[in-house]
């Protein structure tokens, strides 16, 4: 399925931020935020891996939101360790929850740098505000921190990432009791593998429910 794409900016504490927003067919069952990789790093709302995650968000009825962290493409700013790029996350999620009932159902998910992001924003949530699902590949869980996340959290994971090591992604997600679906000899990008993780991800999203 090729979703449809519109192309918007919303506005953010650096400027506008630049957003695609590929919608379903039908009356989408809610927001699902993709953040891209490590912007310093070619990364972008346009990576393939994000692009599979919004593929698999679509086919299951949300409505997707990519968007390019501050300096990247035309998101107005510039690069600010991290700081800054959460608040860029929590600001289009807030711009495509406005003006809709509190307990719209909304997704938070991204690859690498994108989905230590994801898991920053999810934590800062209020409790009576949580996601349906939070969907993290291949996870910055070596260089960041990500805090404690609890049960409706997907991993996956390459176990021949040679960018964040699957070990480290293990250590993060043992204690806290999450499963981590390993694409075996597959390397951080899933090259190769890319229409198998938007399938697994589907198969992921089929079973949530919006409350």
């Known amino acids: 399925m090729t979703p449809r794409t519109v192309v918007q900016a919303v506005a953010g504490p650096a400027g506008p931020i630049e957003c695609a927003v ?26 393939k891996v994000v692009q599979s995650l919004a593929r698999a968000y679509v086919q299951c009825g949300w409505k997707s939101v990519r968007f390019n962290f501050r300096g990247i493409g035309a998101s107005a700013g510039a690069w600010d360790e991290g700081r800054g790029e959460l608040e860029d996350a929590r600001a ?4 495509f929850r406005s003006g809709t009932a509190a ?35 291949g996870p910055s869980t070596q260089q ?3 805090p404690a996340l609890g049960a ?27 499963p981590v679906i390993v694409f075996p000899g597959v390397g951080h990008f899933f090259h190769g593998k890319i229409s198998v993780l938007k399938n697994v991800l589907v198969q992921q999203l089929q079973d949530v429910r919006p409350t």
């Open 144 to 146: 960041h921190r990500l």
């Open 152 to 178: 409706g959290t997907v991993v996956v994971h390459g176990e021949a990432d040679d960018v964040v090591p699957l070990a480290s992604t293990l250590d993060w997600a043992r204690p806290l009791g999450l």
């Open 22 to 47: 590929d919608l379903p067919e039908g009356e989408p069952r809610g927001v699902a935020l993709a953040c891209h990789p490590h912007p310093q790093f070619g990364g972008t709302l346009d990576n």
């Open 103 to 137: 307990a719209q159902p909304f997704i938070v998910g991204g690859f690498s740098f994108g989905g230590w992001i994801a898991a920053e924003l999810v934590a800062s949530l209020p409790d009576g505000d949580r996601p349906q699902r939070v969907i993290l590949v």
């Open 92 to 95: 289009v999620l807030a711009a």
